[in-house]
């Protein structure tokens, strides 16, 4: 129940296109829905993130879709460069008093965008 | 901007060996975590660690593993006797009590033992 499923586990888009990735998770205490993306050699680092009162949130060219009766949520990147060739990793966490638990990570996407 | 920094960025042991990972949290977190990824899988919580004592730990943490806050600025984790499947990054995390509560991550040091 602490999983958190994701799909697919690799993707390749042409620049200029949409990537997206989904997820799904089981255990509904969890309140936060983060995004990390990896490079390779580097820590996750926090891409964009959203709470379960909202159904949709845009950065910049990134937006997480948020589904709370099915569980699910996605992350679109819109004009997909060659810089965002990484690792996409959706997590879930639940609030632990003022702060946030441990962050369960999915297994991950690995994005490539060619030209 | 303010970072998490990890000390060494890579530690190769032998088998058996006692390793000490070092992390500086960021200055005003008070929460703060140990996360390892095995290559090419997932990153996995280990423990989190909260007013000097941990607060949870996964089945991954068991009796090799420890952690310690050892001055106002320092977060290490220590392995007592490295096994070979200890081999992978392992990233400190931390986050502010208020705010946005974001984690923010290390960038990690690569284990190797061999």
């Known amino acids: 129940q602490q999983q958190v499923k994701q799909s697919p586990q690799s993707l390749i888009v042409q620049k200029g296109g949409i990537s997206i990735i989904n997820c799904a998770y089981e255990?509904?205490?969890?309140?936060?829905f983060p995004w990390y993306q990896q490079f390779p050699g580097k820590g996750p680092a926090l891409l964009i993130a959203?709470?379960?009162?909202?159904s949709e949130k845009k950065e910049g060219r990134f937006t997480i879709s948020f589904n709370k009766s099915a569980k699910q949520f996605s992350l679109h990147i819109m004009d997909s460069q060659p810089g965002d060739s990484a690792t996409y990793f959706c997590?879930?966490?639940?609030?632990?008093?003022?702060?946030?638990?441990?962050?369960?990570f999915g297994p991950g996407t690995s994005l490539s965008v060619i030209p | 901007e303010p970072e998490v920094t990890q000390t060494p960025s890579h530690q190769v042991t032998q088998m058996g060996q006692e390793v000490i990972l070092r992390c500086v949290p960021i200055?005003?977190?008070?929460?703060f975590y140990w996360y390892r990824q095995i290559l090419g899988q997932k990153v996995e919580f280990l423990v989190s660690?909260?007013?000097?004592?941990?607060?949870?730990k996964s089945e991954i943490f068991d009796d090799q593993f420890s952690v310690e806050r050892p001055d106002g600025s320092n977060f290490t984790l220590k392995i007592r006797s490295t096994k070979l499947e200890d081999s992978a990054m392992y990233f400190c995390?931390?986050?502010?009590?208020?705010?946005?509560?974001?984690?923010?991550f290390g960038p990690g040091t690569r284990l190797t033992v061999l």
């Open positions: 997590a879930a966490s639940t609030r632990l008093g003022t702060s946030y638990d441990k962050v369960i």
């Open positions: 660690f909260y007013n000097n004592e941990i607060s949870e």
């Open positions: 995390a931390s986050t502010e009590i208020a705010g946005i509560n974001e984690q923010f």
């Open positions: 200055s005003n977190h008070l929460y």
């Open positions: 959203i709470r379960p009162d909202v």
């Open positions: 255990n509904t205490a969890f309140d936060y």
